[in-house]
């Protein structure tokens, strides 16, 4: 049913790059025939679900949005597909993003732009635009995305969907390609909250393969869901994340959530977090550093793509003419800023700097929970903005992820979930939960709570 929604809408919304409909239908029925032997099945089993082309798949196209890995065909499986194929679920195909995860919008992937299914003329956020928009068009009813300063969260909350940041080291990151090492995370998206801790119980938990992996217990998400039980609980409302560039539908559904959490016997205080105002500046020089010694390895020697391998031309130069022709223009920006941010000279200057921020920022944190279990702010300043507006104005882009970047530098557990329509553009609007890093549950709880 779902391949037979992905062939009457998908040609409009381009959720997905890659559609695997014998991968698919081969998963089905290795389902259909266990269950007919009596095994024990788990609660994902035969489920289909859109994963983001950002984890490699055996056998299955893995482009990341980019020309330079066209062609290539994984010759493994990441931890996060692994876990996903062995807990019986079906992997419809892979979804469009961003290139390398760099974006707020989709815009930037090689492939063209997917389209928002609440208006196909709007942008379904970004960098994991393809799998929201394969949620919200009843493409697929789970899907996988991946958060740097956002890619998970943004696109759901523009999408009136539900999209989770785990703790960062929650997911492996094993066969993910890398954009920011010490950000990247993997997490679930669907369209209810008990999904999304399903999935999340599914990909979570510790890899051998992942040095920064947690060795510990996965937080008892799917309880958690189930439960929904915010009475006590004390919730900490961002002060800074109000004010000016903050649309005012999204502030009256985020004002209304605050209200409902309330009711249902939440304790709200206000908290100040200072530094989080520098938080975008510092992730604008993290990101591009760590991404610049990360994207050296696609040198037009190992994988995907290569122009100029006529004989005539040095290997130097076919690794320089195949990252000309293969990276696009945010890419080749962020690894040009992320370069000279990381050159002898100025490596202090800016990525010592920036460090001392996340530092700060992470502070911040430990200080509000120190006094509250979690956080809430709006997911994004604005609903969806119209293809093309942003496009050539990255400082604009880049505001997308104001509210959910500090999660990522301090490496906590954070949820989008929708939160009603704006009145004023009849567009989803998402609500932000942010939790102490390995207490991802307490997401699942409030999230349940106010669903
Ligand atoms: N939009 C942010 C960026 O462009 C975040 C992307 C992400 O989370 N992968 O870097």
């Not at 974006?103 to 992937?109: A, I, L, Y």
């Not at 510990?216 to 039980?229: C, F, I, L, M, S």
């Not at 010694?293 to 320089?320: I, K, M, P, Q, W």
Request: charge should be negative; aromatic fraction near 6%; hydrophobic fraction near 40%.
């Amino acid at each position: 049913a779902h391949l037979d929604r992905i062939a009457a809408v998908d040609e409009k919304v381009h959720a997905f790059l890659h559609v695997d409909t014998d991968g698919a239908l081969g998963a089905a029925e290795a389902v259909d025939a266990k269950r007919a032997k009596g095994e024990e099945l788990g609660p994902l089993a035969g489920v289909p679900l859109a994963l983001k082309d950002i984890f490699t798949t055996e056998g299955v196209p893995t482009t990341v949005g980019s020309k330079i890995l066209e062609g290539w065909i994984p010759p493994y499986d990441a931890t996060l597909t692994k876990r996903l194929k062995h807990a019986g679920v079906v992997i419809l195909g892979k979804t469009n993003m961003d290139e390398f995860a760099m974006g707020s919008s989709t815009e930037n992937s090689a492939y063209g732009p997917t389209g928002n299914p609440w208006d196909l003329t709007r942008i379904p956020g970004g960098s994991g635009g393809g799998s929201a928009a394969a949620l919200a068009s009843f493409q697929a009813p789970l899907a996988i995305g991946t958060d740097t300063g956002g890619s998970i969260r943004q696109p759901a909350a523009v999408t009136g969907t539900v999209g989770v940041k785990p703790t960062y080291g929650g997911v492996s990151r094993y066969g993910m390609v890398a954009f920011s090492s010490s950000l990247d995370q993997g997490g679930p998206c669907a369209r209810t909250v008990l999904d999304a801790a399903l999935l999340h119980q599914t990909i979570a938990g510790h890899d051998p393969m992942d040095s920064t992996s947690i060795d510990a217990p996965v937080p008892p998400v799917v309880e958690a869901a189930r439960n929904g039980d915010v009475r006590g609980l004390r919730v900490g409302v961002v002060k800074e994340f109000a004010g000016e560039g903050y649309q005012a539908g999204v502030m009256q559904r985020f004002t209304e959530s605050v209200e409902l959490l309330r009711e249902l016997g939440a304790e709200v205080v206000e908290v100040s977090c200072p530094s989080f105002t520098y938080a975008l500046a510092a992730y604008y020089v993290i990101a591009p550093s760590e991404c610049s010694s990360n994207l050296a390895r696609f040198d037009g020697l190992r994988y995907g793509l290569r122009v100029a391998d006529d004989g005539t031309h040095s290997a130097e130069e076919v690794t320089a003419l195949t990252r000309e022709a293969g990276f696009g223009p945010e890419v080749k920006r962020r690894i040009m800023l992320g370069t000279y941010a990381l050159s002898s000279g100025y490596y202090d200057a800016y990525y010592g700097s920036a460090q001392k921020v996340r530092t700060l920022i992470t502070r911040d944190f430990q200080r509000a929970f120190g006094d509250v279990d979690v956080l809430v702010s709006p997911t994004t300043p604005t609903t969806a903005f119209p293809i093309g507006e942003r496009a050539d104005d990255p400082m604009a882009m880049y505001l997308a992820d104001l509210c959910t970047i500090p999660a990522n530098l301090a490496g906590n557990a954070a949820m989008s979930l929708p939160c009603g329509l704006a009145p004023e553009d009849g567009l989803p609007v998402g609500l932000q939960i942010i939790a102490p890093a390995m207490a991802d549950d307490r997401l699942y709880r409030v999230g349940a709570a106010v669903e």
